[in-house]
T-cell receptor, first 113, second 110 residues
Framework: GAVVSQHPSRVICKSGTSVKIECRSL??????MFWYRQFPKKSLMLMAT?????????EQGVEKDKFLINHASLTLSTLTVTSAHPEDSSFYIC?????????FGSGTRLTVV | EDQVTQSPEALRLQEGESSSLNCSYT??????LFWYRQDPGKGPEFLFT???AGEEKEKERLKATLTKKESFLHITAPKPEDSATYLC???????????FGQGTTLQVKP
């Protein structure tokens, strides 16, 4: 079955620094990947859709300059949280489409101190 | 506007006590409805995709059904390991995006 690997699973960073999260499709090629954010006891909130070789499409209210998304290959998408602040602390999850099954990574717990 | 509502928000069952989770949706151009299981601190794990009204799918103690406005996840004789949050997500053909409900958190006590 389709497998999506997400790294790191946990990261703690200092306020003002940047953090990169990787999302890889291990056994299939994903032209489209999605990035979600999840608050405690809340559902998944779509942040952006990334398409291989083109610019990501961000949902309304998501800061493009803060959450940089790169989808340079058919198996890798990255999310960089720039100049992180404590309010960016959250659970970030990626998903890849294959082609009608949406497979999720295991998530990244980001804590900004 | 596309909307998804799951009920109940939380459900406590005794081991072996069967029940159903509800997912009501309003989506323009439904392309499919997905069910996921999510354990604390993990990403959602795929369970089922349903594509048309009347369709049913089963996996172990779980059975998912679909109508034009609702989907149900039936849990038969649950075990403690079935404890998790269950998410439903219709896929809009208009946007190509999954629309997630708030989830039902199931706790099965031995």
């Amino acid at each position: 079955g389709a497998v999506v690997s997400q790294h790191p699973s946990r990261v703690i960073c200092k306020s003002g620094t940047s953090v990169k999260i990787e999302c890889r499709s291990l056994d299939f090629q994903a032209t489209t990947m999605f990035w979600y954010r999840q608050f405690p006891k809340k559902s998944l909130m779509l942040m952006a859709t990334s398409n291989e070789g083109s610019k990501a499409t961000y949902e309304q209210g998501v800061e493009k300059d803060k959450f940089l998304i790169n989808h340079a290959s058919l198996t890798l998408s990255t999310l960089t949280v720039t100049s992180a602040h404590p309010e960016d602390s959250s659970f970030y999850i990626c998903s890849a489409r294959d082609p009608d099954r949406y497979t999720f990574g295991s998530g990244t717990r980001l804590t900004v101190v | 506007e596309d909307q998804v509502t799951q009920s109940p928000e939380a459900l406590r069952l005794q081991e072996g006590e069967s029940s159903s989770l509800n997912c009501s949706y309003t989506v323009s151009g439904l392309r499919g409805l997905f069910w996921y299981r999510q354990d604390p601190g993990k990403g959602p794990e795929f369970l089922f995709t349903l594509y048309s009204a009347g369709e049913e799918k089963e996996k172990e103690r779980l059975k998912a059904t679909l109508t034009k406005k609702e989907s149900f996840l039936h849990i038969t004789a649950p075990k403690p390991e079935d404890s998790a949050t269950y998410l439903c997500a219709p896929l809009s053909s208009n946007t190509g995006k999954l629309i997630f409900g708030q989830g039902t958190t199931l706790q099965v006590k031995p």
